[in-house]
């Protein structure tokens, strides 16, 4: 009997964690390889209260982290107003004279568990390596 009552309690307790994930395509723990050495995946995660403000995170985001990569320094406010600017699969860093290419290419939302009528936005991207060099992103069917 103390076993039954055990194995509910757990099943009640990490149903809820398990239905969370149950639908996530493999892309949002499982980066795929890329094809060629001229970009890698990166993979972000952002929520709002919309699907526009969570994408706007999930944009800047990738744009933070791919400038730290290289080691581009750009300041907070130059990024934002880049980000207001133009949200476009190709970025001029103005700070840097830079062009890093982002290619986005799988998204996958689903309501935030935090915010209510909110979103969570994961979004695949292909980034380049270095800026300022030719990349050849090829095209990804799997976005399941």
Known sequence: ????????????????????????PSWVKHL????????YYRVTKA?????????????SMAILESQWKIGVKVNKSDNLQTIEETITSDLNLRGSN??????????YEKA??????????YILWQVARYGNVKVEFEEYLNCE
């Open 112 to 121: 935030s568990p935090n915010i209510s009528n909110g979103v969570v936005l």
């Open 47 to 59: 929520e709002g209260k919309t699907y526009e403000e969570a994408y706007t995170k999930a944009f």
């Open 32 to 39: 795929p390889k890329p094809n060629n050495d001229t970009y």
């Open 98 to 107: 830079m062009n890093l290419p982002l290619n986005k290419v799988c998204e």
């Open 1 to 24: 009997m103390k076993t039954r009552f055990i194995i509910i309690t757990m099943v009640a307790l990490l149903s809820p964690a398990f239905m969370w994930a149950l639908g996530e």
